[in-house]
């Protein structure tokens, strides 16, 4: 079965700063692994995805994920954050292949960006 | 652009009370989801319907049932709730298969006393 963790529960940075957001998987198939944005008191929001071809895939607000597939690690970085960046993010893996169409999440990582 | 409509946004539910979560999407999509929330647990899939007419467990199915009354909508159902069903609960939905990625609902804050 495929599952995911994500080992930062929360983190803390400054506004311009870099930032890393750790995500790893396990699976025994092929995957497509997602990131997913929660601003407060909403849904979530399809932040980027991985499918197939080039490892390195990017979001329209400056956020990237690149697929290493000997880590089985799908990380989310961005190289200055901004205020509004804040926010809990989430990953996720579906399996390809096996008939299972639904996406197993991991547990999040609140990002907050401090002035 | 409603997307994907949860009713109610909140509720408050006394223990052994039943209650119907309602679930509906405009954008012709196949596959819909339920899954709730908990702090620290991520989201967790209670009953998904990859199409019309079908509907699977997911991981934490107990205590629930689901409706696919249609294409359109997808409900939820507490028949006798316990204060472990305390949580946010989301709808989402997607086209034929989750590697397009989904599109969720708002969310229904569930309190459980």
């Known amino acids: 079965a495929q599952s995911v963790t994500q080992l930062d529960s929360q983190v803390p940075v400054f506004e311009e700063a870099p930032v890393e957001l750790r995500c790893n998987y396990s699976?025994?198939?092929?995957?497509?692994l997602f990131w997913y944005v929660q601003y407060p008191n909403q849904g979530l929001q399809l932040l980027l995805k991985y499918l197939s071809g080039s490892t390195l895939v990017e979001s329209i607000n400056g956020f990237e994920a690149e697929f290493n597939k000997s880590q089985t690690s799908f990380h989310l970085r961005k190289p200055s954050v901004h205020i509004s960046d804040t926010a809990e993010y989430f990953c996720?893996?579906?399996?390809?292949?096996?008939?299972?169409?639904?996406?197993?999440f991991g547990s999040g990582t609140r990002l907050q960006v401090q002035p | 652009n409603a997307g994907v409509t949860q009713t109610p946004k909140f509720q408050v539910l006394k223990t052994g009370q039943s209650m119907t979560l309602q679930c509906a999407q405009d954008m012709n999509h196949n596959s819909m989801y339920w899954y709730r929330q908990d702090p620290g647990m991520g989201l967790r899939l209670i009953y998904y319907?990859?199409?019309?007419?079908?509907?699977d467990k997911g991981e934490v199915p107990n205590g629930y049932n689901v409706s696919r009354l249609n294409k359109r909508e997808f409900s939820l159902r507490l028949e006798s709730a316990a204060p472990s069903q305390t949580s946010v609960y989301f709808c989402a939905s997607s086209e034929r298969s989750s590697n397009y990625g989904y599109t969720f609902g708002s969310g229904t804050r569930l309190t459980v006393v």
């Open positions: 319907s990859a199409s019309e007419g079908t509907t």
């Open positions: 699976s025994s198939v092929s995957v497509y």
């Open positions: 996720a893996v579906s399996e390809v292949d096996t008939g299972r169409r639904a996406l197993t």
